[in-house]
Structure formats: structure tokens, C-alpha cells
């Protein structure tokens, strides 16, 4: 390696380690092909097995289609339309360079993920758009949803599934779809419907679409749909029946690397296997050669995605991170599972920048540029929540702020902070990783589109106080499935050439100046939260009256007798059709428990405070506003010993803390508070089958009547 100390460019100071790129040795090799769907674009790259540049590629954009605010589709036959364009025009390439079609050997896919798509198992047809991983449409069925769970809790199924309830994820895509789309529940009715993200509706096409398609997806792919089980690696009954998606509809699970079947769809691809599947954040953190636990990379596109390898273990995380399936090389090998730190919006912040403000003409020629141009941001800070805020958060009612404008403030200091923004988000998921994994990360792998930025790789360094590493090319997802697909097809050895990373951005900040900065971050994210109540994402979604075929909150006044349909809190869970699979017995007294435990037994513990008929918006925006500064000890009334502290766990407190805003039937808006002053008691030892549930409950408030059926269930004396 050689060291380059660049000159000062602002105030930054870059350092740059330079390892050399492996150089190729003349030989000829089998060929790995991969289809990569991403949000914006499809591209079909060629790799030579067990070398980690590619061949050849080429590359569309997609339509991305906004038929309402937060709604973002997609649509499916253009990503077949685009793949198989794709791979004529890269193959078009390899003649140049000796090679034929038929030295592709085998194909992998990867894909963004939870993009759901449903279709006509008998026509092919899409019956409707693709719903796209950051569509916020679904934000009224969360609510329904949520609804149903104690203390509307969204991380209630954490234990199973990994994921918070939230739009991101496919069962609220597929829910939402199934209640107001005709033709979905026509063809649920008619056994036609099939689900699948992106990844599966690929391979059905590939394999032969309603001539004999393959129904499956990954693992990877799977663990991001809030509906598989992250112990039993398949689809779970308990949240298949919450959501109301019956399984016939659901793919099969199969590992990330294995020979699943051959193209057969009449294309230039017609006959090559297929043997890798992986989601793209999962693929990248393959490629990236993370593949020991205690090993993370971080990817930089429209969107962000920390993936921290945790090995074999699934480690549940206590602040904000998401449980996820890393990969499974193999039918009968162990999963790997990673901890993973989603962040909605990176760079997709410059594109609205240069779109929607036109502060820019070009993101990639000019972002680093103008942000160059000053020293800071001038304390100017950006919180992109256009669509709430992922982890660690998760506040889907969170907007997006600029704050600390001035009359000096430039667009120079906007773009900047946009770049920040993007380091400060990762250190939110680094502050968050390191709790749940109880050793700070060292160093930061990276990739993605946006790391070609030095200065967005410097800051990043500067802001988190670790090194930064970025890989040698940008995109590690398609490496990382060709690594898997190869592996399956016997052409890429395990020990073979992986990336490396060719740059080192090291910190030139203090402890002191970046948690400083890092403060003045967490006050903007205070701001932006609570925006976007539910009355404004029924008006934008259109759905305010619309009847959905969830039960409501009212209904959770009705005591539940287990196993009427009528009165049952799980109402259209007990709709669907058993699967011929469960044990019908096993499977009732799941539910009845689970129906124990999630009536008003826990619903009665929020808070019921005397609601003021007058209250009105701006009352909630004062609550919002008030003691925040004295919160953070950045006032100029508390004693100076107050000032000094910053005490992250407090901070995060008062974020988990902060009320929500909710609309009764009349469109009054409530303040819904958390319970905070009486100690919680914890118990974990309920026992439920795959749900293992736990529950914060003030004994104070507790009824008899639920004492019993505790004492009942746990074999216990709670008095
Ligand atoms: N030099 C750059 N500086 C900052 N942002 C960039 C730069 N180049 C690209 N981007 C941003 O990175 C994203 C490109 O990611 P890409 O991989 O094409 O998208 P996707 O995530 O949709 O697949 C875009 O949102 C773009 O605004
Ligand atoms: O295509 P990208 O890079 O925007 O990836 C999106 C992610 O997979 C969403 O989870």
C-alpha cells in the first residue's frame, strides 16, 4: 500500500491508504451472471469466477411511479422488460473479450428488498404496481394493526421476526394490497394469488412463469417481510395470521446458495442455472468479505444499510436495530444473521436537493464540490425523514427538517449538511450497534454509489471517530451474490479472491468536537419527530374513511371469548383457512393464547387520560417543543453542572418517550403518553410456542381478573 496525504480541501484534512487492484492474469474462466433489481436501476453484471471485478455490465434506469405522496411503485414488467435488455447488452460486450453466452456458467440475483409484488399464479399478470420498499402508504395499516397489539407495541414480534411493525416492511405491503385492491382478493378467493418480493418474481418469470415457475425466495429476502420466523427459518403462523396472508400465497424458503432450477423463458439466458439469491444489503456485506461475526459494512445508495455480522447468534437488539437473516450458504448449513441499521434516506437526499430545490444540476459531479466550498454546515442541520425515520427510531410520524437557517446560510452549507446527515445517521446505528454488541466497531467497511464522494468518506470519519475503508468498486452487492451463485455451482472456491478496500479515510476530529456536533444532531431529530400525525397521512393516503377489514381499537373493548369469530380481537385472523400442515389443536390454543394476552388485559395499561375536548394542534406542538433544551442541558436556565452532562441513554429515553399523536373518530387529535411514573415490572416467562412474549406491566394498575389467568398460565403466585 501507498500513502497519499492530500491537501487540505476546507478545513478537512484528507488521508488516503492506497492498496493496489488485483490484477488479471490472462486465463480464461467460467462466468458468473448476475441480475441486480435496485430501486432506481437494473443492471446485469458478468464476473469471471473467483475474481472479484466484473467483466462486463450494463445498466437501465427504472420508472418510478408517485401516484400520491409517499406512495412509490414500481412497475413489475418493466423490471423483466430491463433484465432481460440487460443481459442481451452485457453478453453483446463478452464476444468482444472471447467469451460466449454459454461460458456463463450460472446466474445469482439480488435485489432491494421487501418491494412486494402480487400476481395471477395462472396469467403471469401483475395485479397491481409493485409496492416499493420506502412506499409510506401503509401507514394507516400499521395503525390497524397495532391496534390489536398490547400497548400497541410495535416491537411486540421482535422475538420472532426480528422487525418492528412499520411501513417498510412486505406483510403491511401485502395487508394493505389485500384490503384495497378487488382483484388481489378476487384471486385470494379463486387460489390464484401470488406474493413475492422481487427477488421471487424474478425467478418464477425465469423458471417459467404459470408453465411450471419456481415460487421461492431466499432466506435473506424472507427474514425482511415481518413474517418469517428467525429460529425456524419459515414462514410463522402466529404473524401469517395476524397480517391475514395465508401461506399458499408465500413462497418457499430455500437458502442463498444452492442450484434452485434453470431459466426457461424463451430468452438469451434460456438454460443457465440459477444458484444464488440474495437481498442486495445482505449480498454487499458477502462481497465485502464481512464474513465473521463482529464484522459490519455499510452500503451508501438512495438509502443506507449498516449490517453488522453477528455469526450464527441472533442478537436482539434493545435500541432500534433490526434482526435479520445474513445468509445461508446451503440447505443444510446454519444461517448467519446480522444486526442490521436501515436508514431511509442518503442519498436519495441529493436527488430531492437537486430535484425538488434545483440546488444542484448533476448529484455525482457536483454534491462534493459545492459542499466543498465552506468550512461547515454553518450549524446547519438536515434530517431527511421524508418518510419517518428507520432505525434507530423508527418513527414513521418523523419529517423532514432543515434547522439552524441564517440569513449567511448558502446552499453550499445545505448540501453539506445533507452529506452530514448521512454520517450522523450511521452514527446513530454505530451508537446503537455497539450497545447491543457491547464492543465498538473499529472500522467501517463501506460501498455504494455515494462513497466515490472523499469528502462524504472523510466527514464520515471525522463524525464517527473510526476509520473508514472503502471497497474497491462500489457496487459489493452483485459481487456478493456472484461469490454465492459461483459457490453453488462449484466454480468459486470459498478461499478465493475477495474484495479488498482500496481507500482509508482515518478521523481528524476530536472526541469533543464530534459528540458537540453530535448533540446538535440529536436536537434536530428531536424536532423532526412528531410531524406527521395520523390525521395528515390519512389526508395524504386518501384512506381517512375507508373501511379496512381490521378490527379497530374499538373492538378491543369487547371482551375476547377465544374461538368466537365475532368478539375474537384476532378477527380476520381466525378468516383465513387453516393450512392443511398445522396441528389444528396446537395451532387454537396458540392463538387463544396469544388473544389472552393481547386483548384489553394490556390495552387497558394505556394511560387513560381525561381527554380535553378543546385540544387542538398547536397544544401538541407546544408538548413537542417545551422542555427540550433543558432536556439536553442546551438551555440558558438550568445551572451549569446541568449543561455539561450529555447523557445518550436519557436522550433516547425521551425519544422512546415522546407522546403520539392519534385521531379519535371525530378527527380530535389525543396525546397518547407513555406511562412513566411507576417502576415496569418485567416477566419473560410466558410461554407461547414460536412467540415468546414479555410484557412492561404497572402492577398497580393491574385487575384481578388478569392476576388469575397470569397465575393460571405461568404457574405462579402474582399478588
Ligand atoms: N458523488 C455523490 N455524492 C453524493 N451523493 C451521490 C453521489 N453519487 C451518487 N449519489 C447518490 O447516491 C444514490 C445513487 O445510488 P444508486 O446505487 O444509483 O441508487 P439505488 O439505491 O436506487 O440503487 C443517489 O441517490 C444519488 O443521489
Ligand atoms: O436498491 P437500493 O440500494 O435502494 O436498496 C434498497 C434496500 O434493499 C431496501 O431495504
Not at 430 to 453: F, I, Q, W, Y
Not at 684 to 689: D, K, N, Q, V, Y
Request: charged content about 25%.
Amino acid at each position: 500500500s501507498d500513502v497519499k496525504h492530500i491537501g487540505d480541501n476546507g478545513n478537512q484534512r484528507k488521508i488516503f491508504l492506497r492498496t493496489t487492484m488485483p490484477v488479471r492474469d490472462g486465463a480464461k474462466r467460467p462466468l458468473v451472471g448476475v441480475i441486480d433489481d435496485g430501486t432506481k436501476t437494473v443492471r446485469f453484471v458478468i464476473y469471471e469466477a473467483e475474481r472479484s471485478d466484473e467483466l462486463v455490465s450494463y445498466q437501465m434506469d427504472k420508472t418510478e411511479v408517485q401516484p400520491q405522496e409517499g406512495w412509490s411503485e414500481q412497475d413489475p414488467l418493466e423490471i423483466m422488460h430491463h433484465i432481460k435488455l440487460c443481459a442481451e447488452n452485457a453478453i453483446d460486450q463478452l464476444v468482444e473479450l472471447g467469451y460466449t453466452k454459454d461460458d456463463i456458467v450460472t446466474l445469482g440475483i439480488t435485489n432491494q428488498r421487501e418491494t412486494t409484488i402480487a400476481w395471477d399464479k395462472y396469467t403471469g399478470e401483475p395485479l397491481h404496481a409493485a409496492i416499493a420498499w420506502n412506499d409510506i402508504r401503509t401507514d394507516s395499516t400499521v395503525d390497524a394493526i397495532l391496534a390489536k397489539i398490547p400497548d400497541r407495541n410495535k416491537n411486540y414480534f421482535k422475538n420472532i421476526c426480528g422487525l418492528p411493525i412499520s411501513p417498510y416492511f412486505s406483510a403491511l405491503k401485502m395487508r394493505w394490497l389485500k384490503d384495497n385492491v378487488k382483484a388481489i382478493r378476487r384471486a385470494s378467493r379463486d387460489k390464484r394469488l401470488l406474493f413475492g418480493t422481487v427477488d421471487t418474481w424474478i425467478v418464477w418469470n425465469l423458471t417459467g412463469g404459470p408453465q411450471g415457475g419456481l415460487h421461492i425466495t431466499d432466506v435473506s429476502n424472507a427474514s425482511r417481510t415481518l413474517l418469517m420466523n428467525l429460529e425456524t427459518l419459515n414462514w410463522d403462523p402466529i404473524l401469517c395470521r395476524l397480517f391475514g396472508i395465508h401461506r399458499d400465497t408465500l413462497p418457499q424458503i430455500r437458502s442463498s446458495s444452492e442450484i434452485y432450477g434453470t431459466v426457461k423463458d424463451g430468452s438469451l439466458l434460456d438454460g443457465i442455472r440459477i444458484s444464488g439469491i440474495l437481498g442486495n444489503q445482505q449480498a454487499a456485506l458477502v462481497g465485502q468479505n464481512c464474513m465473521q461475526a463482529g464484522q459490519a459494512k455499510n452500503t451508501y445508495r438512495s438509502g443506507c444499510f449498516l449490517l453488522y455480522n453477528t455469526g450464527t447468534r441472533r442478537v436482539k437488539s434493545t435500541h432500534g436495530l433490526i434482526t435479520t437473516v445474513a445468509y445461508k450458504l446451503g440447505p443444510d448449513v446454519p444461517a448467519v444473521y446480522a444486526l442490521e441499521g436501515s436508514i431511509a434516506v442518503a442519498g436519495g437526499a441529493m436527488k430531492f436537493l437537486r430535484d425538488n430545490l434545483r440546488l444542484m444540476q448533476d448529484v455525482a459531479a457536483d454534491t462534493e464540490h459545492i459542499a466543498a466550498q465552506v468550512f461547515s454546515t454553518g450549524d446547519v442541520y438536515f434530517v431527511p425523514a421524508f418518510s419517518g425515520l428507520y432505525a434507530p427510531y423508527w418513527r414513521k410520524d418523523a419529517r423532514g427538517i432543515i434547522c439552524g437557517l441564517t440569513a449567511f446560510t448558502t446552499k453550499n452549507h445545505i448540501i453539506r449538511a445533507a452529506l452530514e446527515a448521512v454520517c450522523f445517521q450511521t452514527r446513530d446505528i454505530l451508537e446503537a450497534m455497539n450497545k447491543d454488541c457491547g464492543m465498538p466497531l473499529s472500522k467501517l467497511h463501506v460501498d455504494g454509489r455515494m462513497t466515490s464522494n472523499d469528502l462524504l468518506m472523510q466527514l464520515q470519519a471525522d463524525l464517527i471517530g473510526i476509520p473508514v475503508l472503502r471497497a474497491q468498486a462500489w457496487d459489493m452487492s452483485t459481487l456478493g451474490v456472484a461469490l454465492v451463485a459461483g459457490g453453488a455451482a462449484g466454480v468459486w472456491g470459498a478461499e478465493a479472491a475477495r474484495a479488498t478496500h482500496s481507500d482509508t479515510f482515518l478521523p481528524t476530529t476530536t472526541d469533543d468536537d464530534r459528540d458537540a456536533r453530535y448533540t446538535k444532531w440529536k436536537m434536530a431529530v428531536q424536532r423532526s419527530l412528531g410531524w406527521a400525525t395520523n390525521k395528515k397521512s390519512f389526508t395524504m393516503t386518501g384512506q381517512a374513511k375507508r373501511k379496512t377489514s381490521m378490527v379497530t381499537q374499538q373492538s378491543l373493548d369487547v371482551p375476547p371469548t377465544p374461538g368466537s369469530r365475532k368478539s375474537s380481537l384476532f378477527d380476520n385472523l381466525l378468516d383465513v383457512k387453516l393450512d392443511k400442515n398445522y396441528d389444528e389443536e396446537e395451532y387454537n390454543s396458540y392463538v387463544e393464547e396469544l388473544l389472552q394476552y393481547s386483548a384489553r388485559k394490556f390495552s387497558i395499561f394505556v394511560p387513560s387520560k381525561p381527554r380535553k375536548k378543546e385540544h387542538t394542534i398547536l397544544d401538541d406542538a407546544e408538548y413537542f417543543m417545551s422542555k427540550k433544551e433543558c432536556d439536553y442541558g442546551m438551555c440558558e436556565c438550568c445551572p451549569p453542572e446541568k449543561k455539561i452532562q450529555t447523557n445518550w441513554e436519557s436522550i433516547e429515553e425521551i425519544i422512546e418517550n415522546d407522546p403520539e399523536i392519534i385521531f379519535d373518530s371525530d378527527d380530535n387529535p389525543i396525546v397518547v403518553e407513555p406511562v412513566r411514573n411507576s417502576e415496569p415490572v418485567f416477566f419473560t416467562s410466558i410461554s407461547t410456542g414460536a412467540a415468546n412474549l414479555s410484557k412492561k406491566i404497572n402492577l398497580d394498575k393491574l385487575p384481578g381478573v388478569f392476576k388469575s389467568i397470569y397465575n393460571k398460565i405461568s404457574n405462579s403466585q402474582l399478588t
